[in-house]
């Protein structure tokens, strides 16, 4: 009997622990991908560690979020990235080249290998057989300098796909299935794998929207097995020898379990603001839209724009709804151009955009207020459209270029007798485009050493941030609810990404779209002891931008304490200096009130000595039991006021021997 692929892999790259769920676990690390909004940060602090040359197999950086240049600012970013790339041995994407999931799957995906990237959609790569982690950029800095990346080790979930999918149904409609069954916190420390027959009719691309996802749901992982559909994908992109069969035998035994049936699913949609508010498309029809936006990582393949081209062929959008269109790399793009697809597409009205995120982070295609987009992205927090009042449904192509077509949300099995409409059948070219001229090859060592970083005035210096005090008695600044996401922490959209490599300005957005006033107050308290936030379950979910950690902190947070986290926001935290805690009865959460003082006592003593702390609300006089949840590594971190502090230690300590 065979391990599931997803314990293949661990083992195969274990470098330290036992690997039972819930033990902390080294991995080497393979491969990383960095992106532009992250990847600034990153290379600051490859600066900050002193990195001579990249010591993984392959590293690459993306320039895909922040394309929109509407002054100095992003172009800077960019041309610093390069400059770094070359300086220490990374592969660049140019901006144009497309975005970095797809990107990367084509073109360096390997089964087998293990890949991290400072990106929380970095999930997708598992569509290969991979092992591939969304983490905090401070992960993927230390793994480009050869430290392996530590986790808790999950629990592998293992899903049984049987039966097909029926026609009007996609690999989007799989995920939404999922999120519909579980919510957004139904991954948490889990690896989601996928077996069984149902694989047999689901393509590589399909597999890359269906592992995308995963982070939607939390998990730290989605893994589907290297097998014939791999094969063929790598076949085709002219990387034959770079498959490696990686499968499960049937009896594979997985922690927990779980099936779909691929032929009972029905179209799905996500309603207004969160990805796990799923419900079936025919309950929602009738609903006006007033934008549909098709493309982001979260269905980037060939067919998702093919198919919506063959819906519009001949055929108009109607006047009421911007139809927009995002490719998702610039290969795609060309097949598309070259099958006629982009004609079709241009002639029923469609807004063609450059290849990239686009408005899935809210660089540009913000909707109007209190209207209804319908986007195939793979998320819908509040604002993060870049509109404060925004109501972002996710769904299937089919489904979006449905409601463009109609002006409604409609379940797309209805088009045949709105709009005499079968269900198209696609040709797709067997030989896809192959261009990598947009991706530029790291500079030999000799060369690398004598670059020099280009760094604009928009690049900051990282923070250097004081040691954790002994007390802490401070004031709850914020009381929010659950699921909050890292788009209400530091938000994301045009006006912000910009300053992604300029934290004391970035600073400024913080939390601002759940308090305007938030930063100001923060300032305000800075220098008397700072502040606490207090929070419900499955704080922090969402995108993996340790800028959620680092301004805050950068405004004088010291803790969070909240019913759960979320995995990569937690690491974050910790990676940063701030205190991490869980209430141990959630009830305790009810009877804190924003502005209450919080005290903590002998945080030196206690947190290395075991995960059971108490704070004391000294408004209620009411004690709180707390527990967090740091490997003695995280506590060294936490206690020297983040990790690179302690880096920078052992760096002197070594140029002392
Ligand atoms: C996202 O989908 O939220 C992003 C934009 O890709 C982020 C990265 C970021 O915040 O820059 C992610 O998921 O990590």
């Known amino acids: 009997m065979s391990e599931p692929v997803a314990k293949q892999l661990i083992a195969d790259h274990l470098v330290s622990g036992e690997p039972e769920p819930g033990n902390e676990i080294a ?228 922690d927990i379990t779980d099936e779909i049936d691929l032929s009972e699913l029905v179209p799905l949609i996500a309603k207004p603001s969160s990805p796990g508010n799923v419900v079936p498309v025919s309950e929602v029809e009738g609903t006006p839209v007033s934008q549909v936006v098709i493309g982001s990582s979260a269905n980037p393949g060939l067919r998702d724009f093919a198919i919506a081209a063959a819906m519009v062929k001949g055929r108009q959008t109607v006047d009421s709804v911007s139809f927009d269109i995002n490719p998702s790399c610039r290969e795609i793009f060309a097949d598309l151009t070259k099958m006629g697809a982009t004609f079709d597409l241009i002639s029923a009205g469609a807004r063609i955009h450059q ?100 760094k604009g005035p928009n690049i900051s210096a990282l923070p250097d941030f004081e040691p954790l005090p002994d007390r802490i008695e401070a004031p709850v600044l914020l009381k929010l609810g659950d699921n909050i996401s890292t788009d209400e922490i530091s938000p994301a959209g045009a006006r912000a990404l910009p300053f992604r490599s300029n934290i004391p300005k970035l600073a400024e957005f913080t939390f601002t779209q759940v308090n305007e006033d938030y930063p100001q107050r923060a300032k305000d308290l800075k220098d008397a002891g700072g502040h606490i936030v207090v929070a419900g379950d499955n704080y922090g979910q969402g995108s993996s931008r340790e800028h959620a950690a680092i301004t805050p902190r950068y405004l004088g947070l010291n803790a969070v304490i909240a019913k759960s986290f979320a995995r990569i926001h937690w690491q974050n935290l910790a990676n940063f200096g701030i205190l991490a805690l869980e209430f141990t009865n959630d009830e305790d959460y009810d009877d804190i009130d924003e502005g209450d003082t919080l005290v903590l006592e002998g945080l030196r003593e206690s947190l290395p000595g075991g995960p059971d702390l108490q704070v004391h609300n000294s408004d209620k006089d009411h004690s709180y039991a707390v527990r967090h949840r740091l490997s003695d590594r995280q506590v060294e971190a936490v206690l020297a006021g983040g990790r690179i502090p302690v880096l920078a230690r052992k760096q002197d300590e070594d140029g002392d021997d």
């Not at 893994?223 to 594979?252: G, I, K, M, N, T």
């Not at 060592?445 to 020099?452: G, I, L, M, P, T």
Request: charged share 25%.
């Open 355 to 454: 290849s990239g995120c686009m408005g899935c982070i809210g660089m540009g295609q913000a909707p109007a207020s209190d209207t209804n987009s319908l986007r195939t992205m793979p998320r819908n927090f509040p604002g993060r459209s870049g509109t404060r009042e925004d109501s972002v449904w996710l769904c299937s192509p089919e489904t979006a270029t449905a409601a463009a077509l109609t002006g409604t949300i409609i379940d797309p099995r209805h088009l045949g007798e709105k709009l005499s409409m079968d269900y198209p059948s696609l040709q797709l070219p067997s030989q896809p485009t192959i261009d990598t001229d947009m991706l530029t090859a790291p500079l030999p060592q000799e060369e690398a050493e004598k670059e020099e970083l280009v």
């Open 27 to 254: 991995i080497r690390v393979d491969q990383t991908l960095t992106q532009d909004a992250t990847g600034t940060l990153v290379m600051q602090e490859l600066e900050a560690i002193g990195l001579d040359r990249v010591k993984t197999e392959v590293s690459v950086q993306y320039v895909d979020h922040n394309l929109l240049q509407a002054d100095e600012k992003n172009a800077e970013d960019h041309a610093f990235l390069r400059s770094a790339c070359r300086r220490y041995g990374l592969w660049f994407s140019k901006p144009g080249n497309g975005v970095s999931h797809p990107t990367h799957m084509k073109h360096f995906g390997k089964p087998g290998k293990t890949l991290i990237g400072s990106d929380s959609h970095t999930c997708a790569g598992g569509s290969l057989g991979m092992l591939a982690i969304g983490v905090g950029g401070l992960e993927v800095a230390m793994a480009i300098a050869g430290e392996p990346l530590y986790l808790r080790m999950p629990e592998i979930w293992g899903i049984n796909l049987v039966g097909e999918l029926p026609p009007w149904v996609s690999a989007k409609d799989v995920i939404l299935e999922m999120l519909r069954r579980h919510g957004v916190k139904g991954g948490l420390n889990r690896i989601i794998e996928y077996h069984g027959p149902g694989l047999a009719g689901l393509t590589a691309m399909d597999r890359h929207v269906i592992a995308n996802m995963g982070a939607e749901l939390g998990a730290t992982a989605t893994v589907f097995p290297a097998d014939d559909a791999v094969r063929e994908f790598l076949q085709q992109q002219d990387r034959a020898d770079d498959f490696r069969e990686l499968v499960a035998d049937d009896d594979a035994e997985y």
